[in-house]
């Protein structure tokens, strides 16, 4: 064989064997994540949410690299009902720190969380319809997500987590009319004490009339 076809095939091999492996290390995730999902890979998926419902979920973050990474948090409303999705709260724990714990309306960017090489957290999250809640969400869906994205020192990396739920239509049993309830009474007590007030002042006087 001459020496022109040899250093070529010698090249060849190279790219053959060794450019492949080159790529699957340098493409390494930042980030490694496991969790609680539902059956549909969301985050959490929730059908006909009453007032006082809640659920919990978990994710696992590992860091995949050799060094020390940082990793944000964000939520974004995507579609449904805006009203809705202000009404839901979220907490998210890491550990036994509160990370977050109000409306997801309110929700702001968690920042520059650190996670060490080879090293892994448990972020804890509890989705909540909060019990005082009223008629005017029965029906309503929203759709959400949260966002994680890792970083080091040459690139980022996001993943995104979905939120789909909806409250319990109005075909369900309704949520309790406590404003119409509460009306119905005060005026039955009210009507209750005049007929008594009168039934009062009717006996007075046939007494008065016989002395």
């Known amino acids: 064989m001459s020496k022109p076809k040899i250093i070529f095939s010698a090249i060849l091999l190279f790219f053959l064997l060794f450019v492949p492996i080159l790529q699957a290390t340098t493409n390494t995730n930042i980030i490694d994540l496991d969790g609680t999902f539902s059956e549909n890979g969301n985050l959490f998926n929730l059908d006909n949410l009453k007032p006082g419902d809640w659920a919990e979920r978990e994710i696992t973050i590992s860091n995949q ?31 036994d720190q509160v990370l977050f714990d109000d409306k997801l309306a309110n929700f702001s960017l968690l920042t520059e969380l650190p996670l060490r090489t080879n090293s892994e957290e448990k972020l804890g999250f509890t989705l909540t319809f909060p019990p005082e809640s009223g008629n005017e969400y029965q029906g309503l869906t929203t759709t959400a997500e949260i966002i994680v994205t890792a970083f080091d020192d040459t690139e980022a990396e996001t993943s995104s987590f979905p939120i789909a739920s909806d409250s319990q239509p109005t075909s369900g049993s309704s949520l309790p009319s406590t404003a119409t309830v509460m009306f119905n009474i005060l005026l039955i007590g009210g009507a209750l004490l005049l007929v008594g007030s009168l039934i009062l002042l009717y006996l007075k006087r046939n007494k008065f009339a016989e002395e």
Not at 81 to 90: A, D, G, I, R, Y
């Open 65 to 95: 690299t050799d060094h020390d990474i940082t990793y944000d948090i964000d939520v974004r409303y995507i579609e449904g009902s805006e009203l809705f999705f202000k009404q839901l709260s979220l907490e998210i724990m890491q550990g």
